[in-house]
């Protein structure tokens, strides 16, 4: 008999880029995932920073299936989200996981905060929704290339596939400057994944 491959694990997480979590926070993420019966699939690159993104993102759901993904790959990441979701009482949840609440009013202020993090520590991973909505996105928004060339680092590109319960931990993207041709390229990398709801991506 052959043995049963984990939905999650920490050693698709390079070292440098672990947490702090206990045992019971990995266990935590794994059992999620092999509820709903997601896997995940792939390596975390062995980087000093990089910049995370999920897509598609279509439903509530995928919020839970990130969160479990982080806490079984014992991932040190930063996330962004719009400050509006960071409710009384959850916050220092939402936060433990890893959670900064950002004001989209203020886009560059978003950026040096961002850039700040990263000089700090051994290694640095933040990720954002390129989407920013759940709803069918016509346009992505451009703020996560801007990160990417503050912080001077590769664009890991992530995909929830619904077909077959897979996280993909993808390709490596190094923007090239054109913000419209690096949105061009990135949505086709992701049109061979399906979200959870498929008519809102």
């Known amino acids: 008999m ?12 390079p070292l440098h880029l672990r947490a702090n979590r206990g045992v019971l926070s990995r266990w935590l993420g794994r059992t999620v995932l092999t509820i709903l019966g997601w896997r995940v699939e792939g390596q975390i690159p062995d980087l000093k920073r990089l910049l995370v993104i999920g897509a598609p993102h279509t439903s509530n759901w995928d919020f839970v299936l990130a969160m479990a993904t982080i806490l079984g790959l014992n991932l040190r990441m930063r996330w962004l989200a719009k400050h509006t979701i960071f409710k009384r009482g959850v916050v220092w949840f939402m936060e433990w996981l890893g959670g900064i609440p950002t004001d989209r009013t203020r886009p560059q202020a978003i950026v040096e905060n961002v850039v700040r993090l990263a000089k700090k520590g051994k290694g640095v991973v933040i990720g954002v929704t390129p989407e920013g909505t759940r ?3 016509v346009k992505w928004k451009t703020g996560f290339l ?14 929830i596939n619904f077909p077959t319960k ?3 931990i993808g390709d490596l993207y190094h923007p090239s400057g054109d ?3 690096d949105l061009v390229a990135i949505k086709q990398y992701y049109d061979q994944f399906q979200g959870i709801h498929k008519d809102q991506f």
């Open 135 to 137: 709803k069918k996105a």
């Open 179 to 181: 913000n419209d041709c």
């Open 2 to 13: 052959g043995t049963k491959r984990a939905t999650v694990h920490q050693d698709q997480t």
């Open 146 to 159: 801007r990160l990417a060339k503050a912080l001077d680092c590769p664009i890991l590109m992530v995909a």
């Open 166 to 168: 897979t996280i993909v």
